[in-house]
């Protein structure tokens, strides 16, 4: 099971293995901690380099090389935009359709 409490900068996650119950009382739990706080530049430029060239573009038709070459005007958009989503806990429609 996983059992979950969240602030606005702060979430803790609990996961608790699903074992018979004469086994589980042994297990301690475990805690993920999530990082609440504002994506920033450094972030998103290394999942920027992280991607892989030559590769086909998704559904956007935005190619990595399209995004590497964008450098700090296309790197300070996408804090903008996901920030504004990470705190809204809102994605837009568009990006909820997808295409096989």
């Excluded at 608790?16 to 999530?34: A, F, G, T």
């Excluded at 990082?35 to 972030?43: F, Q």
């Excluded at 573009?57 to 996408?78: F, M, R, Y």
């Amino acid at each position: 099971m996983l059992y979950y409490s969240c602030d606005v900068h702060h979430c803790t996650i609990s996961l608790y293995l699903c074992l018979p119950v004469n086994l589980s009382n042994n297990i301690p739990r475990k805690q993920l901690e999530i990082n609440m706080t504002d994506i920033i530049d450094a972030e998103i430029t290394g999942a920027i380099n992280s991607l892989t060239n030559n590769k086909a573009p998704g559904v956007d038709e935005i190619s990595a090389e399209l995004l590497k070459h964008g450098n700090d005007v296309i790197t300070e958009q996408l804090v903008v935009l996901l920030n504004s989503i990470w705190r809204d806990v809102e994605v837009p429609d568009a990006w909820k359709k997808e295409s096989l």
